[in-house]
């Protein structure tokens, strides 16, 4: 027959096991994958026999780093991203039916966040969404395999993506993606880099089609104080009906705005295909790039260079326009 002295240890040994039992299964709420499902419902710990419906529901459920999965095509919702994830909807239809605000938001210090294999649409005109992707602050956005479109906010929204931080260096790249028809007739756009403060933003794009914009691709660095202001290398990439296809724009002052533009197809843009405006910190080089059709082909004003590298073919515009320059080689 067991003391009491031998209870009293077996009762505190137990106590402490159990706690320990809650402590983990608190400790691992969070999973490192999670799934969503159209028939799927957000009280669900969201593995893949039991989904949830949402994104917004599912990445409370999932760890920092972790990664959203979906089981089948269905809309799943606008999402505010606070934490390094990834959201992969690929081999099926991912959709985020944004009506009247902004598909995805990051707004967390220093997270990475991966998109890919979404449709992001803004739904019908009379609800018009904000923005599709909206970048406040993190550290790096990468869109993959993505289609954005009908964002026809008014201004300052409208716009298919859209980084407008306040401080820091946010790094995007937009690969094999599309960005239409987004933005009104006299604003928005298909991608606008607009830092402020000390913010500044690093892009790539590669392989991506822009067209049905007031402006396909929109530099300003004009409000950021920061000596690293706004950088772009824009490669395989196709503008095409879009009023402006590139506005680049900075003001005097630290904060530069250069962009390289390489194997890239400027058409049928109604306005200029490649515009650089504001201060001589606006430079913007351009190799093996096709620019035809458009109203104006190349413009720089306002000490702004546009440059080429000589092997681009600049023709069968209503006005050609006139490179700035030659870009040097090594």
Request: glycine share 16%; charged share 10%.
């Amino acid at each position: 027959m067991m003391t009491y002295l031998q209870k009293l240890v077996r009762f505190f040994s137990v106590i402490l096991i159990l706690g320990g039992i809650g402590y983990a299964t608190a400790a691992n709420a969070q999973a490192t994958r999670t799934w969503v499902s159209g028939v799927g419902d957000d009280v669900n710990p969201c593995s893949r026999t039991a989904p949830c419906k949402t994104f917004a529901g599912a990445i409370s459920k999932t760890a920092p780093g972790g990664e959203i999965n979906c089981l089948d095509p269905a809309g799943f919702g606008a999402v505010t991203v606070t934490k390094s994830i990834t959201i992969d909807c690929t081999g099926t239809l991912g959709g985020i039916l944004a009506s009247s605000t902004t598909g995805v938001i990051l707004n967390g210090a220093g997270i990475i966040v991966t998109l890919r294999g979404l449709e992001i649409n803004g739904g019908p005109p009379n609800l018009p969404g904000v923005n599709g992707v909206r970048f406040l602050q993190g550290a790096r956005l990468n869109v993959e395999d993505c289609t954005i479109y009908n964002f026809l906010g008014a201004a300052p929204n409208g716009f298919g993506i859209i980084a407008n931080n306040t401080s820091t260096t946010v790094q995007i790249s937009v690969r094999n993606s599309v960005i239409r028809n987004n933005g009104t007739a006299v604003s928005g756009g298909g991608i606008a880099l607009i830092p402020t403060g000390t913010g500044s933003v690093k892009l790539t794009l590669d392989n991506v089609m822009i067209n049905g914009h007031f402006r396909g691709l929109d530099i300003n660095a004009a409000g950021t104080t920061s000596a690293s202001g706004v950088t772009a290398m824009v490669q395989n990439t196709t503008f095409s009906a879009n009023n402006n296809g590139l506005h680049v724009n900075s003001a005097a002052g630290p904060a530069p705005a250069q962009v390289i533009v390489k194997d890239s197809t400027f058409s049928n843009n109604t306005g200029t295909a490649i515009n650089g405006q504001g201060s001589a910190n606006t430079v913007i080089a351009v190799s093996n790039t096709s620019i035809f059709g458009n109203g104006t082909g190349v413009n720089g004003t306002g000490g702004a260079s546009v440059l080429t590298f000589g092997d681009n073919l600049l023709n069968l515009n209503a006005s050609n326009g006139v490179f700035t320059g030659p870009a040097g080689k090594t």
